[in-house]
């Protein structure tokens, strides 16, 4: 297992902006991390705004020039956008044209004509996973819940055994799986391979999964049995609609960005020679832009045509796919601000210094910092993104797929226990209509074993590959 070394990039380690030793750094960052908590919690101040005070606070407490943190800020958040910020515009109109053109409903109800009795607990999990690739969290539990409810309630099923296998599946894809918001940050933080980060992601995926949803939804039934609140159920997209796309067309739509770059990893490890044709016309077409490029455009003739579609409203749609997603993109832009605020006050080169003598992981100290950031503030995105500029260093001596394992045990730790400060908490509690105490009873300890098992299977990895 890659462990935190001495020699890592000492050379090429950024000019720092400021000359303080490590324990004002140290300083620095809780102070910096505890504006954005207290501002985020207490205060109820969005996200954006927060990192934007928190990074200003920790140059501020650094003892860095305004001017220079101010730099180092708008450097970070340009860079950040530049990165990821069209793959997350890509990623929402794919979503939006999944959901209105009916092809979401399409594959929900294709995969559950096949399920009855003890396989639906699984079908579910399968849904959600192929419909949560594209989606982002709250937009495929907006989508899923419907569905979850009407199965349960005209299958007399209990509420919980139906509803934790789709939200598994949901939170797995959203914490560990690109082109979502807080993997893509990370793998761009941390310099990953995102083919074989993706590649990773699906196999880390898998079993925790299993676990957290059809396995662990026994227990939740269990514990909390309630069931389908009636006025929860709202109208689904498609029953406006005249017709669908298929079932065939729409999966192929969802997993053309998926195959494209895991191709482009495939064949980077046979041929492993930038020269050649070949793979020089994979790292085009497997490129996250081009992949998520050309599913967009296919969708357009495989999912809204068949749906009915005209141009006019194609236009629309992607307008509206795009509004939504404006907060994400800025709070993804801050994080990557406070990151560089963070590597430039030279605090990743602390972490090594002051570490360099431990015995733990370096995957499981990214873990640790995440999982702390996600209970402090409740938001993943916003553990992911901080974590990942905090333990950017550490990735400088490993290997391509240890690189890709610490962005998979970030997106694992960003997960742990949410509770009443994160709104996907909330979301749960009204959709299902829990009190505070089932909803920690469930969906809590959900997130928890995602985190752990996720966590785990990250280690067991990196002593075999």
Do not use: C
């Amino acid at each position: 297992m890659t462990r935190l070394s001495v020699e890592m990039l000492a050379a090429d380690a950024p000019e720092p902006i400021t000359s303080a030793g490590h324990a004002q750094l140290g300083i620095a960052v809780l102070a910096g991390i505890a504006v954005i908590v207290l501002l985020i919690t207490k205060f109820k101040l969005h996200a954006f705004l927060s990192l934007t005070i928190g990074s200003l606070a920790l140059g501020a407490f650094a003892g860095a020039p305004l001017d220079k943190a101010i730099t180092s800020f708008t450097t970070g958040l340009g860079s950040t956008v530049a990165g990821v910020g069209v793959l997350i515009a890509l990623g929402a109109i794919l979503g939006k044209m999944l959901a209105d053109s009916g092809g979401a409903d399409q594959i929900v109800d294709t995969i559950l004509a096949k399920a009855s009795g003890r396989t639906m607990p699984w079908a579910m999990v399968l849904i959600a996973s192929v419909i949560g690739l594209p989606l982002f969290f709250e937009v495929g539990v907006v989508l899923l819940i419907p569905v979850v409810l009407m199965v349960a309630k005209r299958g007399n099923y209990s509420l919980m055994r139906i509803g934790i296998p789709a939200l598994a599946g949901l939170s797995v894809m959203h914490g560990l799986v690109p082109p979502h918001p807080g993997p893509l940050v990370a793998i761009d933080a941390v310099k990953a391979n995102l083919g074989v980060t993706l590649a990773l992601g699906v196999l880390v995926a898998i079993p925790t999964v299993v676990i957290a949803g059809p396995l662990f939804a026994r227990y939740a039934a269990r514990w909390v049995d309630v069931p389908a609140p009636e006025r929860m159920i709202p109208q689904r997209a498609s029953e406006e609609l005249e017709r669908r796309p298929g079932f065939g067309a729409t999966l192929a739509t969802i997993l053309l960005p998926v195959v494209l770059m895991l191709s482009k990893a495939l064949v980077d490890i046979v041929i492993d020679d930038p020269t050649h044709d070949v793979q020089r016309t994979f790292d085009v077409i497997g490129s996250p832009l081009i992949a998520l490029l050309a599913a967009v455009l296919v969708g357009i003739f495989t999912l809204l045509r068949p749906a009915g579609f005209a141009k006019d409203r194609v236009s629309q749609l992607v307008e509206k796919g795009l509004a939504p997603i404006a907060g994400i993109l800025l709070i993804v832009g801050a994080g990557g601000g406070f990151k560089q605020t963070l590597i430039d006050s030279g605090v990743g080169q602390m972490i090594l210094d002051i570490s360099k003598d431990w015995s733990i992981p370096a995957l499981l100290l990214a873990w640790l910092i995440a999982v702390a950031i996600r209970l402090a503030t409740g938001s993943a995105t916003v553990a992911t993104i901080s974590a990942a500029g905090l333990v950017a260093p550490l990735a400088a001596d490993m290997s391509t797929t240890h690189t890709a394992l610490l962005v998979l045990a970030i997106g694992a730790g960003s997960l742990f226990f949410s509770h009443v400060n994160d709104a996907g908490f909330w979301l749960v509690k009204e959709y299902f209509g829990l009190s505070v105490g089932q909803t920690l009873k469930t969906w809590s300890v959900m997130e928890t074993i995602i985190s752990v098992v996720a966590g785990g299977v990250v280690l067991l990895l990196s002593l075999i590959i």
